[in-house]
């Protein structure tokens, strides 16, 4: 398993690689402190885990979100964020960019590791800080209203994908996949992609 660990604190950056040894033992693992170097890398290189902190230093002219995007964009495997910030906008705006999981840098060592294991599952992870304060969620009368191609949509969306991916993946054009998530919010009571998935998660839809 080839993970890219990206992180400006050299002391966070080497604990959490010896995490990460301890839980996939046949990793291999490497290193970058700033978004240039990272995004260097990915440039050349696919990875099967990429864990990124959000505020390094030489990131894109239009902040940290252009530079997330272009990482997003270049590779197959998840991209998470592990981030001391605990703003949910910040969060949210990881989740619309493209990334499937955010880690607090508060976050308990078991809580760590549970959300490493699950990315590594191909399961999108959710932070707790996106979980509390959320709007009512619907009935499940209301979710039974999902067409066809929402649920195909929501299906992919809670797997992590973009809409660049889901378009590719369904052979629809993006400003498609666009008005279907919009949709799919509007059907859910979600605000954003985080909460969509939050409310899939939470009502058990995709299994139903």
């Excluded at 050299?10 to 996939?24: A, H, Q």
Aim: one cysteine or more; proline letters at 2%.
């Amino acid at each position: 398993m080839d993970i890219l660990l990206a992180d400006d604190h050299t002391l966070f950056r080497e604990s959490l690689e010896m995490i990460l040894k301890t839980l996939f033992q046949d990793s291999s693992i490497s290193n970058t402190k700033n978004w240039s170097e990272t995004i260097n890398l990915t440039d050349k290189y696919q990875y099967d885990l990429l864990l990124l902190d959000l505020f390094m230093s030489n990131a894109d002219s239009n902040g940290w979100e252009s530079s997330l995007r272009r990482v997003v964009d270049s590779q197959n495997g998840p991209v998470c964020i592990i981030s001391a910030s605990k703003n949910r906008s910040h969060i949210q705006d990881a989740f619309e960019i493209g990334a499937k999981g955010y880690i607090c840098k508060t976050s308990s060592l078991k809580e760590m590791k549970q959300a490493l294991l699950q990315l590594s599952e191909g399961k999108a992870y959710i932070p707790e800080q996106v979980w509390l304060k959320e709007p009512h969620t619907p009935s499940n009368n209301k979710l039974k209203q999902l067409t066809w191609r929402q649920r195909e949509t929501l299906e992919l969306l809670v797997s992590g994908d973009s809409n660049k991916a889901i378009a590719r993946k369904l052979g629809l054009a993006e400003s498609t996949v666009k008005r279907h998530v919009s949709n799919l919010y509007t059907t859910l009571g979600a605000k954003n992609r985080a909460s969509a998935i939050k409310i899939s998660q939470q009502q058990n839809l995709l299994n139903h």
